[in-house]
């Protein structure tokens, strides 16, 4: 019964696991791949925001450092301007106008006092642009606490020193961080006096730092403990703030530059499309490498199929075999050059079709028969090649072999039957020709031997003959004496009719013998079909008897017969086995007939053979007790023309074997003891086919 495809049990086991493992993969393939990409897109995202951060941070830090280094240069330049005030003695109204001049230009600075060198007061300015809350009784004694302490350390060190912050109260009612900054004034190595400026942190950060402050940021002086002293700008707040610090380090005091940023978050829509960009860019790099490289692949894949191809085709064309491809329906899907030119049809003649051109029309049943029975796959091709007669273009008829085998194709799928075709045309003529001249030979030699035999046989043929002569006289007389005897007694007449009788009777039985003899020759000699019948080993050795015995007798050889009792009859072409039988018995005798050699026994023996391979075999032997056969003489044997004797052809032994084998038999010699030689060769028994019920 047939089964669909989908029902066939084997289809069903096997395809849908390998359908649901191929389909997992693919999908686990992409399933990784989109999750790789996702993840990349996210990692691209957060190391732009990170890059991003990383940018801002950089460039407030940069900022941060500037300022620093803008107020240092600052209070740097202001050093030498306070300097620059004591520098020209005079008096203290004098010095007052150019520190007024001096804080008219420099906004940070709030006050400037020039003290002698116990800190009396001698002189002072103050800001023209903030009122301030000055404690003048303070300030004018000696006992401002941040003047004293400042320019106690600024003695100490022999240079300028400044005073921690401290908070100053501002005219208008708010206050401000102050600062202050004690410049030793030496003349000759001696302190004469010392120049005091109170610096407002807030101005400080105003002049020096808010020309560059963009509106994102702020600036502040904190104390190293975080204490916001002064702060400046930010007029826009972001979600995200970004601090730098910068240490401002003084003489006898530390400040902390801090700058703070305010950002919005970091955006992911340009980021995500910065990523993707990038994505992108790498997906596209990757895709042409992978392009380049799978187009090298590819042009290396078709080179070597060009190869391949190329290979191929020289193969088809030097081969000598004919090869031809047919699909599932029968039709030709392919032939080789040597089938085209084996058929004499084209290619183009010959796909595609289903009834051969190149079948013989009174056997296209036939074949068409035999192809769809073996595209039925009911029929398996032999594996040693079937035979067949196909027909060239030009109408003649040629014997071909032809081998068959399943077409698979890569996925294990059946899809059609290759053949390959031999022409066996010339096999076949070599074959005959070789039949024909064995057949020749054959009948040479069987010329050969009646030669040989003609001797024996005028020999032979004289006994008879004589006898018939002498009868014939005989009986001549009888009837001239019967003439003359009719004048006697009629009893006389009978009794000579009588011996004239006897007399015809002995010369028919003559006749009989010396045609006997004349027939078995004739019979040996013509040559008649091979043909294989069931024979009685007892009827091959009758046949050669009086043949043997001709030559026996003349030699003087005793011939016996051994047959063992029940044998079967053996399959075989009696006329060739009796050749063979008569070659080896007549080389026994000629083995025998040396002077020294008295006992002349010839032994013909047929027996059971062991048996081999479910066949029964039946053996025959020529036994003689001749001179043997020596080393150098055993070795060339049976090989054709060989021969010690004179008159000999050297043909008989070869012969005798390719006859034997032919049968299917084989055939050896061995030493008789104590002197002569074994022959031997077996035949196949004949076994009746079983009679059906
Ligand atoms: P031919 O009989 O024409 O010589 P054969 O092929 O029959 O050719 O024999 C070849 C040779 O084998 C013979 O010449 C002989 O020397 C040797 N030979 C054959 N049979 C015997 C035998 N029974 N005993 C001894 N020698 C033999």
């Known amino acids: 019964m047939d089964l669909p495809v989908d029902a066939d049990p084997v289809a069903m086991g096997r395809w849908p696991w390998r359908r649901w493992r191929s389909a997992w993969r693919r999908w686990s393939l992409w399933t990784l791949l989109v999750a790789l990409v996702a993840s990349t897109l996210v990692t691209m995202v957060w190391l732009a925001g990170r890059y991003e951060a990383s940018q801002v941070q950089d460039k407030l830090e940069r900022d941060t450092a500037n300022a620093v280094a803008d107020i240092r240069a600052a209070l740097n330049r202001n050093l030498q301007d306070l300097q620059a005030l004591s520098a020209v003695d005079g008096e203290p109204a004098e010095w007052k106008v150019r520190a007024a001049e001096l804080l008219q230009v420099r906004r940070e600075l709030m006050r ?21 809350q000055w404690e003048d009784q303070l300030r004018t004694s000696n006992t401002h606490p941040e003047a004293v302490l400042t320019c106690t350390h600024a003695r100490r060190l022999n240079g300028p020193a400044y005073s921690p912050s401290y908070f100053q ?6 206050g401000t961080e102050m600062m202050e900054v004690c410049l030793p004034l030496t003349q000759s190595g001696h302190i004469t006096g010392f120049v005091i400026g109170t610096y407002s942190l807030q101005s400080l950060l105003m002049t020096q730092v808010s020309k560059n402050l963009p509106r994102t940021q702020e600036v ?19 979600t995200r703030m970004f601090t730098a610090q910068q240490l401002l380090d003084l003489p006898g005091s530390t400040l902390v530059l801090r700058m703070d940023s305010w950002h919005r978050a970091p955006s992911v829509f340009p980021n995500v499309l910065t990523a993707l960009v990038t994505l992108m860019s790498i ?14 692949r590819r042009l290396r894949a078709e080179r070597d199929l060009g190869d391949a191809l190329a290979f191929r085709k020289a193969m088809e064309d030097s081969l000598v075999t004919g090869l031809r491809a047919r699909d599932l329906q029968g039709r030709i899907s392919y032939v080789n050059p040597a089938f085209c030119a084996m058929v004499g049809f084209t290619a183009e003649e010959l796909l595609g079709q289903s009834i051969a051109p190149y079948w013989p029309p009174e056997r296209a049943d036939v074949y068409t028969h035999r192809r769809d029975r073996r595209l039925s796959g009911n029929a398996p091709p032999p594996r040693e090649g079937h035979e067949s007669i196909f027909m060239r273009k030009d109408g003649t008829r040629f014997p071909v072999l032809i081998f068959e085998a399943p077409l698979i194709n890569a996925q294990g799928q059946h899809t059609g039957w290759m053949s390959a075709f031999i022409d066996i045309s010339e096999q076949k003529r070599m074959e005959e020709i070789s039949r024909a001249s064995q057949e020749r030979l054959q009948a040479t030699a069987r010329l050969a031997t009646v030669g040989e035999m003609a001797s024996l046989l005028s020999h032979e043929l004289t006994q008879p003959l004589a006898a018939i002569s002498s009868y014939a006289t005989g009986s001549l007389n009888l009837l001239s004496d019967g003439q003359s005897a009719t004048q006697d007694s009629e009893a006389a007449l009978r009794l000579q009719l009588q011996d004239l009788r006897m007399a015809m009777e002995r010369i028919s039985f003559q006749a009989d013998r010396a045609g006997r003899v004349i027939k078995s020759v004739r019979d040996f000699v013509r040559r008649r079909d091979q043909s294989r019948v069931a024979t009685h080993a007892s009827e091959l050795m009758d046949a050669v008897l009086p043949l043997v015995n001709l030559q026996a007798r003349k030699l003087g050889v005793r011939v016996s017969t051994e047959l063992e009792p029940g044998l079967p009859s053996v399959l075989c072409d009696p006329t060739m086995i009796e050749q063979v039988l008569l070659n080896l018995a007549r080389n026994g005798m000629q083995a025998m007939d040396l002077p020294e050699i008295v006992e002349r026994d010839l032994v ?3 027996r059971r053979a062991a048996a081999s391979a479910h066949r029964s075999w039946v053996e025959f032997a020529v036994i003689d007790s001749g001179s043997g056969i020596p080393e150098h003489v055993a070795e060339q044997l049976f090989t054709p023309f060989f021969t010690t004797r004179d008159e000999g052809m050297g043909l008989g032994l070869s012969l005798c074997r390719t006859v034997v084998e032919q049968h299917g038999g084989h055939l050896q010699h061995s030493p008789r003891q104590p002197h002569g030689t074994v022959f031997a060769f077996t035949l196949p028994a004949h076994t009746p086919a079983p009679v059906e019920q």
């Open 112 to 132: 400037i006092e020039w003290r002698d060198a116990s800190l009396r007061m001698r002189s002072h300015a103050e800001t023209p642009y903030r009122s301030v």
């Open 169 to 174: 109260l501002l005219a208008e009612g708010m």
């Open 220 to 238: 502040s002086f904190t104390e190293p403990d975080g204490t916001r002293l002064a702060l400046l700008g930010a007029s826009w707040r972001g």
């Open 283 to 296: 997906a596209l790099v990757s895709v042409v490498t992978v392009l380049v490289r799978d187009n090298r």
């Open 604 to 606: 013909l023996r047929a």
